[in-house]
T-cell receptor
Framework: ETGVTQTPRHLVMGMTNKKSLKCEQHLGHNAMYWYKQSAKKPLELMFV???????ENNSVPSRFSPECPNSSHLFLHLHTLQPEDSALYLC?????????????FGPGTRLLVL | GDSVTQMEGPVTLSEEAFLTINCTYTATGYPSLFWYVQYPGEGLQLLLK?????DKGSNKGFEATYRKETTSFHLEKGSVQVSDSAVYFCALSRMDSSYKLIFGSGTRLLVRP
């Protein structure tokens, strides 16, 4: 148990659907992250939120829309996705500052876009 | 820019064999270094870390030493078990940003009984 939970664990959606991924951290951290893990590709950082403000957005298509309503919750809203967006989406959290840069990951949501 | 290079996998070993997974890095300054492990169907778990040169991180029988002179952080274990079968990721934390972990491509380890 890493203290970071993600729901749902698996998701199948059509290209015209709208869905949301949820992440919750119970570690009291002040930063949260979304990563994409595709087969045979390095882990890709998508978004970073620190103190509930987005501080990084790595050229992610607008069909992915993050939301961070408070320091414990992070969402990834999905709409009109493409089959190539099928991947494992990982959430992570960390305590930024004072050298505490270790990130703790959730179990991921495996997404299949048909 | 900063980068992490890991040995290509898969690495296949028999139970109780000695494990080494190589990791080298390129970075400005002195980043922190990490090994994460991903078991089948799960997310990444922190395995060990080292924050300065000559530090040794260790956990669950795994060890890695931060070698500044060779810019390496090789993962070792003296006797692997079937349950160690997983994908192992080496990563560094950029000095100019507390937010970014740079990951290697991962090395799959398969341990046979």
């Amino acid at each position: 148990e890493t203290g970071v939970t993600q729901t749902p664990r698996h998701l199948v959606m059509g290209m015209t659907n709208k869905k949301s991924l949820k992440c919750e951290q119970h570690l009291g951290h002040n930063a949260m992250y979304w990563y994409k893990q595709s087969a045979k590709k390095p882990l890709e950082l998508m978004f970073v939120y620190s103190l509930e403000e987005r501080v990084e957005n790595n050229s992610v298509p607008s069909r992915f829309s993050p939301e961070c309503p408070n320091s414990s919750h992070l969402f990834l809203h999905l709409h009109t996705l493409q089959p190539e967006d099928s991947a494992l989406y990982l959430c992570a959290s960390s305590q930024v500052g004072e050298g505490q840069e270790t990130q703790y990951f959730g179990p991921g949501t495996r997404l299949l876009v048909l | 820019g900063d980068s992490v290079t890991q040995m290509e996998g898969p690495v296949t070993l028999s139970e109780e064999a000695f494990l080494t997974i190589n990791c080298t890095y390129t970075a400005t300054g002195y980043p922190s270094l990490f090994w994460y492990v991903q078991y089948p169907g799960e997310g990444l778990q922190l395995l060990l870390k080292a924050t300065k040169a000559d530090d040794k991180g260790s956990n669950k029988g795994f060890e890695a030493t931060y070698r500044k002179e060779t810019t390496s952080f090789h993962l070792e274990k003296g006797s692997v078990q079937v349950s160690d079968s997983a994908v192992y990721f080496c990563a560094l934390s950029r000095m100019d940003s507390s937010y970014k972990l740079i990951f290697g491509s991962g090395t799959r380890l398969l341990v046979r009984p």
